[in-house]
């Protein structure tokens, strides 16, 4: 069991920037991934970016430039940090924590854990 708490979001005036935090706990030995989705208002949750433990990253293309994800092992925290920040990053941000095993064929989810949300929003 991982139990995942974020925190950081709020309003933001476009251009500005904002970091969210996601505090893991319980069985995270067992995680080897780490991510951040999100959710606006009539649309699907997209990955937004996440991180493995080797600290290889991987963002959105929407993100890219402006979005960095990060981790503090000490504080057992994954980061995500945004600047730049448009209206269209409104959404509901979800931390995502996994135990995933890879192939060049594929990838089978063999956990998968959630925080609750945090609401994120840009105004003009």
């Known amino acids: 069991q991982v139990q995942l708490v974020e925190s950081g979001g709020g309003l933001v005036q476009a251009g500005g920037s904002l970091r969210l935090s996601c505090a893991a706990s319980?069985?995270?030995?067992?995680?080897?991934?780490m991510a951040w989705y999100r959710q606006a208002p009539g649309k699907q949750r997209e990955l937004v970016a996440d991180?493995?433990?080797?600290?290889?990253?991987n963002y959105a293309d929407s993100v890219k430039g402006r979005f960095t994800i990060s981790r503090d092992n000490a504080k057992n925290t994954v980061y995500l940090q945004m600047n730049s920040l448009k209206v269209d990053d409104t959404a509901v941000y979800y931390c995502?924590?996994?135990?995933?095993?890879?192939?060049?064929?594929?990838?089978?989810?063999?956990?998968?854990?959630w925080g609750q949300g945090t609401q994120v929003t840009v105004s003009s």
């Open positions: 991180i493995t433990n080797g600290g290889g990253t």
């Open positions: 995502n924590a996994r135990r995933q095993y890879s192939t060049i064929e594929h990838t089978r989810i063999l956990n998968d854990y």
């Open positions: 319980g069985n995270i030995f067992s995680i080897n991934v």
